[in-house]
Nanobody, 120 residues
Framework: QVQLVESGGGLAQAGGSLRLSCAVS????????MGWFRRAPGKEREFVAA????????YYADFVKGRFTMSRDNAKNTVFLQMNSLKAEDTAVYYC?????????????WGQGTQVTVSS
């Protein structure tokens, strides 16, 4: 069983930055592809970003390209999402998870998520 603990969310102004973290346990972290997803109020959960097990490959949703950067530290079993140039429409609960298929197909493991609120 995979355990996922997201953190780093909060309130930011439009144009500001936040850095999300996700600690992973219960799997051999360094061998699994990871993704970030988000769910905005009243909307379905959507894909945000993915990173391969090695960290060599990343993939982003069009609406975050050039603004968000996903990275990982395999020594610490942690993935990160650096979010810059935040917009009000980035307001959502953000979740990390393992990927069952590269780059946008999540496994059915979800943590509690971390709330990101961007004020305009």
């Amino acid at each position: 069983q995979v355990q996922l603990v997201e953190s780093g969310g909060g309130l930011a102004q439009a144009g500001g930055s936040l850095r999300l973290s996700c600690a992973v346990s219960g799997r051999t972290f360094s061998t699994i592809d990871m993704g970030w997803f988000r769910r905005a109020p009243g909307k379905e959960r959507e894909f945000v970003a993915a990173i391969s097990w090695s960290g060599d490959n990343t993939y982003y949703a069009d609406f975050v390209k050039g603004r968000f950067t996903m990275s990982r530290d395999n020594a610490k079993n942690t993935v990160f999402l650096q979010m810059n140039s935040l917009k009000a429409e980035d307001t959502a609960v953000y979740y990390c998870t393992t990927l069952v298929k590269w780059p946008t197909y999540p496994n059915n493991y979800w943590g509690q998520g971390t709330q990101v609120t961007v004020s305009s």
